[in-house]
Each structure stands twice: as structure tokens, then as C-alpha cells.
């Protein structure tokens, strides 16, 4: 099996054990109860419903075994590891096209386990993620994509200790 660290937030680990919990009770129970009732047809040989139930049954115990191992090679995120002026994993960066863009756009650094473009959730390992990286409040970086070069200028850096320092003057 991969023994590939996986980074993590503290929610990511979370919903890894909580997706663990749901396929080894709710989607193995489904899956045999499936078999089960394909196998009460009788020959097997050419039942497609026992195929398919024994197809998703393979799928699950597969992804119950990549998420064992992911959660087993778990690095979590510790906020207080970074300096609160640097983009990291973890932080949460506003950034602007230095090309003119008037539209800023916020991503938070996640690692490639909790990437989720959709919900701003940016990877560590993409390009962006990457160049982003150890860069400060008012850096640009510069990013290839398929339509050509990008260059984004750094905002703003938020982090959940700076968050949380402000709640505690409050």
C-alpha cells in the first residue's frame, strides 16, 4: 500500500474518519445485503445483479483501504508551526491577477487529500498552491496555465491564529 504522508487540517482528518466509520457499517452492510439477494436468484454465473454488487463491493473495500491508509499516514496541520506572515498550509490567501484582474479570489491551502477548487480549497501541490508557498502579504507569483502565464499578487493572509488572537483581545 502507499505510504504517501497525507496532509491534513484537524476537519479533513475528521471527515476521513467520518467517511471510514460510514463505509465499513452503512456501504459494506448495503453491498453484501445485495449479494446476498442477487445470489437468491440462483445462477450466478449469469446474474448482472451479483456482478454489480460484487463490482461495488470491490470498489468500497478498496476505498476503505486508501482511507486507512491515509488517515494511518496522517500529518495534521498545527497552525502555531508557521509564522502568521507567510502563506502556508492551513492559511487562507486572497490574491488578485496582477494582469489587470479587479476580481480578487480566496483560497485556503489545504493538503491534495482536502482539495476542493468548487469550495476555494486549494492544494499544496498544485501550481498555485506551490508558488503560493512561503510568499508574503504583497508578493506576486507567477503560474503557467493552459491558456498561458498567470501572476497573481498576494493580498492578504489570514490564519486561524491570527483569528484566534483577535478573539482573545476581544
Given at each position: 500500500?502507499?505510504?504517501?504522508?497525507?496532509?491534513?487540517?484537524?476537519?479533513?482528518?475528521?471527515?476521513?474518519?467520518?467517511?471510514?466509520?460510514?463505509?465499513?457499517?452503512?456501504?459494506?452492510?448495503?453491498?453484501?445485503?445485495?449479494?446476498?439477494?442477487?445470489?437468491?436468484?440462483?445462477?450466478?454465473?449469469?446474474?448482472?445483479?451479483?456482478?454489480?454488487?460484487?463490482?461495488?463491493?470491490?470498489?468500497?473495500?478498496?476505498?476503505?483501504?486508501?482511507?486507512?491508509?491515509?488517515?494511518?499516514?496522517?500529518?495534521?496541520?498545527?497552525?502555531?508551526?508557521?509564522?502568521?506572515?507567510?502563506?502556508?498550509?492551513?492559511?487562507t490567501v486572497k490574491v488578485?491577477?496582477?494582469?489587470?484582474?479587479?476580481?480578487?479570489?480566496?483560497?485556503?491551502?489545504?493538503?491534495?487529500?482536502?482539495?476542493?477548487?468548487?469550495?476555494?480549497?486549494?492544494?499544496?501541490?498544485?501550481?498555485?498552491?506551490?508558488?503560493?508557498?512561503?510568499?508574503?502579504?504583497?508578493?506576486?507569483?507567477e503560474i503557467s496555465t493552459?491558456?498561458?502565464?498567470?501572476v497573481y499578487k498576494i493580498?492578504?493572509?489570514?490564519?486561524?491564529?491570527?483569528?484566534?488572537?483577535?478573539?482573545?483581545?476581544?
Amino acid at each position: 500500500m502507499n505510504d504517501k504522508e497525507t496532509v491534513l487540517t484537524k476537519e479533513g482528518l475528521q471527515k476521513l474518519e467520518e467517511e471510514l466509520e460510514d463505509l465499513k457499517t452503512v456501504h459494506r452492510r448495503e453491498v453484501n445485503d445485495r449479494i446476498r439477494q442477487a445470489k437468491e436468484f440462483g445462477d450466478i454465473s449469469e446474474n448482472a445483479e451479483y456482478e454489480d454488487a460484487k463490482q461495488e463491493q470491490a470498489f468500497v473495500e478498496g476505498r476503505i483501504m486508501k482511507v486507512e491508509a491515509m488517515i494511518r499516514n496522517a500529518r495534521i496541520i498545527d497552525e502555531f508551526e508557521f509564522s502568521t506572515d507567510e502563506v502556508h498550509l492551513g492559511a487562507t490567501v486572497k490574491v488578485k491577477d496582477a494582469k489587470g484582474g479587479s476580481v480578487a479570489r480566496e483560497f485556503t491551502i489545504v493538503g491534495s487529500a482536502e482539495a476542493d477548487p468548487s469550495r476555494s480549497r486549494l492544494s499544496n501541490e498544485s501550481p498555485l498552491g506551490k508558488a503560493l508557498i512561503g510568499r508574503k502579504k504583497g508578493d506576486s507569483v507567477e503560474i503557467s496555465t493552459p491558456r498561458g502565464t498567470a501572476v497573481y499578487k498576494i493580498e492578504a493572509i489570514n490564519t486561524n491564529k491570527k483569528k484566534a488572537a483577535a478573539k482573545k483581545a476581544s
